[in-house]
Every structure is written in C-alpha cells, then in structure tokens.
C-alpha cells in the first residue's frame, strides 16, 4: 500500500454535461487547487436547448483521459505522486456519473491509493471557501442554485448537513433556461439572461413572486416561467417581441427571481438567527443575485470565484479531503460497492 508522502488529490467531477479534473494539495489546514480543467459541452447540447444524457455520457467518455492528463500536466505533477481520488457519486444523470466514477475507480485501485466519494451538492455548499481565505463558519446557511437544484441548507459540520427547503417545481436555472430558450436565445439561458438584462427596465412587467407568503422555506419557479410566457404570448409570440421588450422581461425575470431568493433566505436566517450565507451554483454567478445579498449588509454571505460557480472538480476534491477515504485493497468490498446515486439527498 502506497504510503500518503504528500496530500496531493485528484478529483473527478462528471455529473451532468461537464467532465472536470482537478489536483489539489493540502498542507496543515489550507487546501490550494493546483489546476481545475473542465471540459464543456454546452456546445453539444445547445442545439436541444437542454442536456441529452446519452449524449453527455459518450462524450465524458472521450473527455476523461484528455481531462486527467492536462489537469496532471498544469499542475506540474505525475500520476505517481498523487495519494487521493476524489470522485462526484451522485446526484446526477446515471450514465455520466458513471464515466467518472470509473475513472477514479480504476485509478484508485492501479495506483493503490484510497478515494472518497462526495455528493455533488456538498462540493457546491463548500464551493465559496475554494481559493479564498474565508474560514468555514459554522453554523451557516447554504443555498445551492443550479440547472437542478434550488435548496436551502443549515450546515453545522461537513457531517451535519440539513436540508431546510426546496423548489417543489423546476430549479431557479431551469426558469432561466427555459425562457431563454422559448425566445431563442440560446442555452444555458442564465448567463445570457443575466448580460442583456443590464440594457432592460425593471419595472416593465410586474411578475409576482410564488411560495412568498407559503409560511415555509419551500421555494417555486415553474409559476414564474408561466407568467413570462403568458405575457410574451399575449404580446404576440417570441417572433413578434422587439429586441427592447425582450431585454425588460429579462430585467423583470432577473429582478423577481433574485428578491425571491433574497427573501427566502432572509426569513430563514430571522427563524435560525443564523447571519452566515454561501450561495452557490451556477445561478450563483448571477450579477443581480449577488448585489442584492451584498448590498443589504444584513448578512455575511459567501460566493464561489464565477469559475468555481458552475461545475468543477475542485470543489468536489475540496469537499473529498473531508470524507473517510477508502481504501481499495483493504476495504476491498466497499470500494467495489462504490456506485452512481444519481438520486442522492444530502
Ligand atoms: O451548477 P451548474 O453548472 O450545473 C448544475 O448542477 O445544474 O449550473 C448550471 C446553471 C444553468 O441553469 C445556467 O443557466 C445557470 O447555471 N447559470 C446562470 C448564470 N451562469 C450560469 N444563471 C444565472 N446567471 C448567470 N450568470
Ligand atoms: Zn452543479
């Protein structure tokens, strides 16, 4: 058995249409990522307006090797110096959890190191403190904004994580992806949303807000989705917008979705006298949705560097130094066991 003569890790991140690698080091307490490749598919995926997962699957088969080599490669690092694999196990589309998996797998076993599996949202909630010099304090309010996810989270340790509310619909990304792509404006929708935002008028439309009053922490965007469609429907249709109109439902779809987070996450914090936020995901790169939690002053909240917003390894690494690592000739039967979760709650 290898013995740990560093804490290098390499991690593997390939849950949805994104196959990342990443080596990180840890040194005492300080982790630092040493290089973080991914590589995209939204190119591939564009062209449907949303990921096909067989399609995601047979390309992170073609990306995993060409993926672990440059991220070893950037990093100045051989193979043979690594002592951890870290690896996404779910949530996440079957198929492309796989591909991943297998590839950590055959590494942690020909190398004979041990691996950890993370939960993809975990590396999310953690996502903020990779590359910075913010101290996790716990405990902290979590919210994960994603293609997938819009939960709330209250975090006491890396073991004790609870979750505390959910969109009971479509994901707060997904709103954004969908109207994008029902004006033709290309996928994923959210960043796109977010530049011409900035040349429309928030007060053009006047969206309402779901789940406001529900006395809960539950969150829902499907209602908001409506809204936009029926109000550019009776404008005539997508072809009949002017290109001003679509940039105001922008602005008014970025400003209603980013007050309803704020005050979801405010009435949570007033119940949990909890003042600690990370905000995470990739609808965390949101420009409207950062300033307003920025520009309140009543909470200390966290962001992900944008590079660290959507998915990557790093987090997942991140995340993996904190997990029991296994090791695959002694705890031969659980590393077999190892598998896809693609339905894994935190
Ligand atoms: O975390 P992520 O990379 O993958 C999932 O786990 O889903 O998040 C992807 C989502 C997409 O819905 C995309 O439209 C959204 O993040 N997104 C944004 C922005 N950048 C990416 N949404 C709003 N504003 C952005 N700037
Ligand atoms: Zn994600």
Redesign the pocket.
Known sequence: MKLFSSNLNLAIES??D?FSCSILKKNDSKINIISNVVYSQDFIHGIYGGVVPELASRNHIKSAIPAVNIALSKANIKLKEISLVSVTSGP?LAGSLLVGLMTAKTLSYALKIPITAVN?IEG?IFSPFLNSNIKEVFPFIALV?????SHIYIVKSHEDIKLIGKTRDD????A??KI?NFLNYG?????I???LAEKGSINAFNFSMPMEHSGNFDLSFSGLKTQVISEINKLGGPKHLQEETVFDIFACL?ETIAKILYKKVMSVCEYTGIKDVSIS???S???R?RSIFLESGKLNVFFPEPAY???NAAMIGYTGYFKKPVDPIINKEIFYNINAEPSWEL
């Open positions: 849950s949805c994104d996440g993809h999310h904004i994603s293609g997938g996810h994901a707060c990304g997904e954004f992806d994008s996928y994923p929708g959210g960043k949303i977010d530049e970025r995901g990739g609808v790169a949101n420009s949705i917003s959507t998915d």
